[in-house]
């Protein structure tokens, strides 16, 4: 069965870096266009930055400059390099793929950025 499974998250002051990490299984995962979705405490979920099969990256407006997405096929993994973290940042993280019409999440990882 598609099991995404998140890692990476942490406690990071503002200004710092994180990478996340989600390794992806049960599927063909070099066919399949990856998302990172976040959602903040009394928030909805909102779109982070998606990568295609092909390696076109898009990014929200709130994290262009900060976030990069990237993905290893050979791993079957996909990553967000976070940098300058800011307070509103903090959220639990999510990678996401859909396949056959079906969307599969990760069980997320929190991550907090506070002094």
């Known amino acids: 069965q598609v099991q995404l499974v998140e890692s990476g998250g942490g406690l990071v002051q503002p200004g710092g870096s994180l990478r996340l990490s989600c390794a992806a299984s049960?599927?063909?995962?070099?066919?399949?266009?990856m998302r990172w979705y976040r959602q903040g405490p009394g928030k909805g979920r909102e779109s982070v930055a998606s990568?295609?099969?092909?390696?076109?990256?898009t990014y929200a407006d709130f994290v262009k400059g900060r976030f990069t997405i990237s993905r290893d096929n050979v791993k079957t993994s996909v990553y967000l390099q976070m940098n300058s973290l800011k307070t509103e940042d903090t959220a639990v993280y999510y990678c996401q793929v859909t396949v056959s019409g079906r969307s599969y999440w990760g069980q997320g990882t929190q991550v907090t950025v506070s002094s």
């Open positions: 049960g599927i063909d995962f070099s066919t399949n266009t």
């Open positions: 990568i295609t099969a092909g390696g076109r990256q």
